[in-house]
């Protein structure tokens, strides 16, 4: 008897070809078929072997701190009835950088609706009769000894009352001001905790620092805590006027407001700079900042932390740069060292023999660039100390012996009155004898020197910033006071050889050098 089939489902077909053809490709190749997911996986990439900051932020950054500066607001009522008034140091609220104005008007503002902060039942314009601290500036800092003093910029403490250190893990500490240094803008600030020793961090010898090395800036940006950032060192010996001591590293990292006193690091965990300026013309980072060097901070806060101040070196005389006209004007072969404009009385470079018209070529027989950095170096100085000068003068090498006195307080410049930013100026000497020099003078109305009485707009002299008013003192170090003594005085440097006179001017703002050429060839 037949049986009677039924024909099979497709889906029984499909499975039956299906472990037909897998087990033919087994027979056939004699390998065991790997079957493998239908769905992807996580990309995963090995990542390349590149440097990391890592471990130099893990080591560094308990040592660097937010500085929060606070000052008083007395209860004294303002003109207009507010019941408040501010004290900054002596300057009131209209003294206040604008971008602190709204927060304290709107704080006054707020005042009559509560006590904020007084004795209960008070309202704010009639707090304690010593007034109450607010913020008015934040900053950053770092621990230089394990037992709390804490490096910062000048500028960050200088409107400051009171100072609180806010640690890496939040811990908030009093500091005291142990002293400030505003020609170098570095203050020092200690704090005080009773068996607690302070991770900190070791000067660099920055003198090692290469343009082009890696450098790492710890802060407090915009006050939003701790923040690392990476750049290199972009140059140095950077000028950038803020003052006779200038000799900033220029970095690239990001260094925002609130990264003022924070220390830049190398990749060793060494502070080789201490941030304090940005060149900014939005007021964010465009990867120009500007570090004191650690060779220039390490010996000013020594200074500071053992007795509050800095002694500097001082010489006592107003100097300005040599140019290539005045170093032609003067017979030296390069336009290098410092110009002497004029001794100040009872000074040490006068008891010295300095005087006007002279050329410092060398300290201590190393040769001085110019005028910044003699003053430099004579501020790196303890006052006695004796020092030897080379000076050109009236054509022929001379030295000095020079014992250095203590920079008064309420000097301008660090080791000797400098104007090397002064624009250059120079005076005629009588209307015919100088008339290729544009100018017109006469007699001073102190029978001294010759009054500048015109310039014309198009000569060299005017070019050079000559003005009208100015007085001619001297021509070629040599004191005239008539059309005749400068016309001598030019002729014997034609007779020289010279291709350009010295002359000196006295204005409102003081004495100043300017060459000007010879026959009005400039």
Excluded: C
């Excluded at 072997?49 to 890592?54: D, G, N």
């Amino acid at each position: 008897m037949l049986k009677n089939i039924k024909a099979p489902s497709l889906s029984t077909a499909l499975k039956a070809s299906t472990v037909a053809g897998l087990a033919a490709a087994v027979l056939a190749t004699g390998i065991p078929l790997q079957i493998t997911s239908s769905y992807a996986e996580a990309v995963k990439v090995q990542a390349p072997s590149v440097p990391s900051f890592a471990n130099v932020v893990d080591a560094v950054s308990p040592a660097v701190v937010s500085v929060r500066v606070e000052s008083r607001v007395k209860p004294v009522a303002d003109d207009e009835g507010n019941g408040f008034s501010f004290d900054f140091n002596g300057r009131g609220f209209d003294d206040l950088p604008d971008a602190l104005k709204p927060f304290f008007r709107q704080f006054g503002e707020q005042g009559p609706q509560g006590h904020r902060g007084g004795p209960p039942g008070k309202h704010f314009g009639q707090p304690d009769s010593k007034g109450r601290l607010r913020p008015v500036a934040q900053g950053s800092g770092f621990f230089i000894s394990e037992d709390g003093y804490i490096v910062t910029n000048n500028h960050v403490v200088s409107d400051g009352s009171a100072f609180v250190a806010v640690m890496n893990d939040g811990t908030e500490l009093d500091a005291k001001l142990i002293g400030k240094d505003p020609r170098t803008d570095l203050a020092v600030l200690k704090v005080e905790a009773k068996g607690r020793k302070f991770t900190y961090v070791n000067w660099a010898d920055d003198h090692n620092v290469r343009v082009g090395d890696w450098v790492v800036a710890v802060g407090n940006p915009f006050g939003l805590g701790g923040t690392v950032t990476a750049g290199i060192v972009s140059a140095r010996g950077r000028d950038i006027g803020s003052g006779p001591y200038d000799d900033y590293l220029q970095v690239d990292a990001a260094v925002n407001r609130g990264n003022s006193g924070g220390p830049t690091f190398n990749l060793n965990g060494e502070v080789v700079g201490i941030n304090t300026a940005i060149f900014s013309p939005s007021g964010g980072s465009v990867g120009i900042a500007f570090a004191i060097p650690a060779s220039t901070a390490k010996d000013v806060v020594a200074d500071l932390m053992k007795d509050g101040t800095v002694s500097r070196g001082w010489l006592g005389v107003q100097i300005q740069p040599v140019t290539k006209d005045i170093a032609d004007s003067l017979g030296l072969s390069e336009a290098n060292g410092a110009l002497v404009v004029s001794p100040q009385d009872g000074s040490p470079g006068q008891k010295a023999g300095m005087k006007a018209g002279d050329v410092v070529t060398a300290l201590n027989g190393e040769p001085v660039k110019d005028a910044r950095d003699l003053s430099r170096r004579i501020g790196a100085m303890q006052p006695g100390k004796k020092v030897e000068l080379s000076i050109w003068r009236s054509g022929k090498a001379q030295s000095l012996q020079v014992e250095l006195g203590t920079l008064p307080a309420d000097q301008k410049d660090a080791s000797s009155d400098t104007d090397d930013q002064a624009p250059e100026a120079q005076a005629p000497a009588s209307e015919k004898a100088l008339a290729d020099l544009g100018l017109t003078v006469g007699p001073s109305d102190d029978g001294k020197g010759l009054q500048i009485t015109g310039i014309d707009p198009n000569s060299d002299a005017a070019d050079k910033g000559i003005k009208e008013g100015e007085k001619i003192t001297s021509v070629n170090n040599q004191d005239v006071s008539s059309a005749d003594d400068v016309v001598k005085l030019l002729n014997q440097a034609k007779k020289d050889g010279r291709t350009r006179a010295l002359f000196q001017i006295l204005s409102k703002d003081g004495s100043r050098f300017v060459a000007l050429p010879l026959d009005g060839q400039g």
